[in-house]
């Protein structure tokens, strides 16, 4: 694994970084003194930054602000793009971690931006324009709910961790428990205040962010299913199309 190294200041007020990730590459924790945009351009990332964990696709990008500590793996083979945003230009955008869609035109943005951004470059007009344009757009773009709050509460942290390393374990939160030293009812009550998400409504979530990851390898939709609990296909296609409003076949075939 690469060391990190920690910049200790941007020279320009965008910075970009392109690399070709390997599978199964962890990350080292860390935080900017600036903000950044994370993208992959193919392949699925997963990020974990502040206390929630997101699986980024090649449809989003996340916006991490300065001083968020942070963790960026993948599975599987990723193309990987980074804006390091300093901050005059990164209030636009916002103070809290959040997931942007990618139109066309912003996937188009930061690849401009990550083939002409590296180094100290000199900085046009046109740079300039270019980048005004890009915070823009970024800052307009629709926010997608798809990630997951993580807990701060050991216990639940205990259940969480369960269900992260399997998330076709089907047992109910009367047995999950056993493990976590809480009673349901604890545990019920720290996911809607830690959460802000039901027992099963994380669960829900948590599978369909693991689907994304998935189905980036080519696997079937019926393996994916069965992988992660569901009785049939059917009903695996039904809670996908409730969360991202399109099929896992039309999601197959967005994939670049």
């Keep these: ?74 599975t599987a083979p990723v193309s990987y793009r980074s804006l390091h945003i300093d901050n005059v230009l990164g209030q636009r955008i916002g103070e809290d971690v959040k997931v942007i869609q990618v139109s066309s035109f912003l996937r188009e943005l930061i690849q401009r931006g990550c083939n002409a951004w590296q180094g100290k470059y000199p900085i046009s007009e046109l740079d300039t324009a270019l980048m005004t344009l890009l915070i823009e757009e970024i800052y307009q773009a629709p926010v997608s709910p798809l990630h997951l709050p993580w807990p701060t509460d050991p216990r639940l942290q205990t259940v969480c961790q369960i269900l992260h390393n399997n998330p076709g374990d089907n047992r109910n939160l009367v047995a999950l428990a056993q493990s976590s030293g809480a009673s349901v009812r604890t545990l019920n009550r720290l996911f809607i205040k830690e959460c802000q998400l039901s027992f099963t409504a994380w669960r829900q979530k948590l599978r369909i962010l693991t ?39 039309a999601y197959i075939r967005s994939l670049p």
């Excluded at 992660?228 to 099929?247: C, D, M, P, Q, R």
């Design 1 to 74: 694994m690469r060391q990190f190294i920690e910049k200790e200041q941007l020279f320009r007020p965008v910075e970009a970084i392109s690399e070709e990730k390997l599978p199964n590459t962890v990350g080292i924790e860390h935080s900017h003194q600036w903000g950044q945009l994370q993208y992959a351009t193919e392949g699925v990332l997963n990020v974990k930054a502040g206390n929630h964990s997101f699986v980024i696709p090649p449809q989003r990008a996340v916006w991490i602000p300065s001083g968020v500590v942070h963790q960026v793996n993948n």
């Design 211 to 249: 689907a994304l990851e998935l189905l980036q390898h080519k696997r079937s939709i019926t393996d994916v299913a069965l992988e992660l609990g569901y009785e049939s296909s059917s009903a695996f296609i039904t809670v996908f199309k409730k969360h991202l409003h399109s099929s896992p076949k």
